[in-house]
């Protein structure tokens, strides 16, 4: 077995992510110790939250300097020392910026039977079970109902539009760049896409959505959400999905009006996580399942070759080179 190439995160960015921030170091493949499986990295997931996770402890540990630059993976199981898991098996879980982890058998998940392996990552796992569920379980949608949906180009965004359409919403995404927004509206099917890089959003909200937003699918906080906040019906729903736009140094910035426009409008605005769904993810996979199956929704993956890559491919998520579901192809698949 060849040595094990780690991408560790040096320092803590206080500001925009540079490469600076990480080195490349080659260390030992480790041993699997009692419980644990020796795994291999075949393909490891790009996220927002990635870089959220450098700022400081969130809905998992902090990343901190010296560290192995944390991420989730799919990967194939190469020794075990549990009786649950077996050479050979697909496994995901929190295998970090590497190629072989030894993790506890208990922190892997036995991968559903999806090919491409990619669509572990896409369709059929975090990003489409959070745009299923932060649309169908959080905020709800009525066929004929407007609903905006921002970093609509982006892995959640991409579906949470096409799960819309499929449940008869005027769907208008937001997005940075012309090209970008063309792609969201011919090839995914919104109704329309707003360039909030030359738009000006009241402008362009007033235009796209003259009689108010029903939902916003908020992937971004910040001024996007603060307009969209300006721009709700009576009795709107808000699903608070991630708040993209704060998380690569930027000065944080609260939407003003609340509670007051919540009140007035009737407005309720819920947070959630993809774990809170849990117990309704057999749901979530079975429509997925049907709809991507059936070309109803499009499939739409940015896979990037090689570990090495990983740092300039997160730098480059942040700056919106992504379309759809961003992910880096760490080894090949199993023969
Ligand atoms: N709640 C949960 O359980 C959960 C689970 C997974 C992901 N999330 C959230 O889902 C959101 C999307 O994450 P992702 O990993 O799937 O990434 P992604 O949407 O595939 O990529 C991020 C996109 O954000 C856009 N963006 C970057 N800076 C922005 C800004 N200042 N204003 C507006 N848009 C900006 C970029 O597109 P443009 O070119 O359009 O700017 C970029 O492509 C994040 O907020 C993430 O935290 C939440």
Redesign the pocket.
């Known amino acids: 077995m060849s040595d094990n190439t780690q991408i560790i995160l040096v320092e803590r960015p206080n500001g925009p992510l540079k490469e600076s921030h990480f080195e490349i170091r080659h260390g030992e493949v480790p041993k699997p110790g009692p419980g644990e499986a020796l795994v291999r990295s075949i393909l490891l997931s790009q996220?927002?939250?990635n870089r959220a996770w450098m700022a400081g402890a969130t809905y998992k540990s902090a990343v901190n300097p010296g560290d192995v630059m944390h991420g989730y993976a799919v990967c194939e199981v190469i020794e075990s020392n549990s009786p649950d898991l077996q050479p050979g098996q697909l496994v995901q879980g929190q295998a970090g910026w590497q190629q072989y982890a030894a993790l506890p058998a208990n922190a892997l998940q036995r991968c559903a039977d999806h090919r491409p392996l990619t669509r572990l990552l896409s369709i059929m796992g975090?990003?489409g079970k959070?745009a299923y569920h932060?649309l169908l379980n959080v905020s709800g949608i009525e066929a004929g109902e407007t609903l905006l949906v921002?970093?609509a180009?982006?892995?959640?965004?991409s579906i949470v539009g096409q799960i819309g359409k499929i449940k008869g919403a005027r769907v208008v995404g937001i997005?940075?760049?012309a090209a970008?927004c063309a792609w969201v509206r011919d090839e995914l099917g919104f109704d329309a896409c707003i360039d909030?890089k030359s738009a000006e959003m009241a402008t362009a909200l007033t235009e796209h959505c003259p009689d108010g937003i029903d939902v916003y699918f908020d992937?971004?906080g910040?001024d996007?959400l603060q307009s969209a906040i300006f721009n709700m019906k009576y009795g709107g729903r808000i699903s608070c999905?991630?708040?993209?736009?704060q998380y690569d140094g930027g000065p944080p910035t609260s939407p003003i009006g609340i509670p007051g426009l919540l009140v007035i409008k009737s407005l309720r605005m819920q947070g959630?996580?993809?774990m809170d769904f849990m117990d309704r993810d057999a749901d979530a996979e079975r429509d997925l399942s049907t709809w991507s199956d059936s070309g109803q929704i499009v499939i739409a993956e940015d896979v990037i070759e090689g570990l090495e890559n990983a740092p300039r491919g997160l730098i480059g998520?942040?700056a919106?080179e992504?379309r759809g579901?961003?992910m880096i192809r760490v080894g090949p698949d199993p023969s």
């Open positions: 996220d927002a939250a975090i990003a959070t932060g921002s970093a180009a982006g892995s959640v965004g997005a940075g760049g970008k909030y992937n971004v910040g996007i999905c991630g708040a993209v736009s959630f996580l993809l998520l942040l919106g992504n579901k961003r």
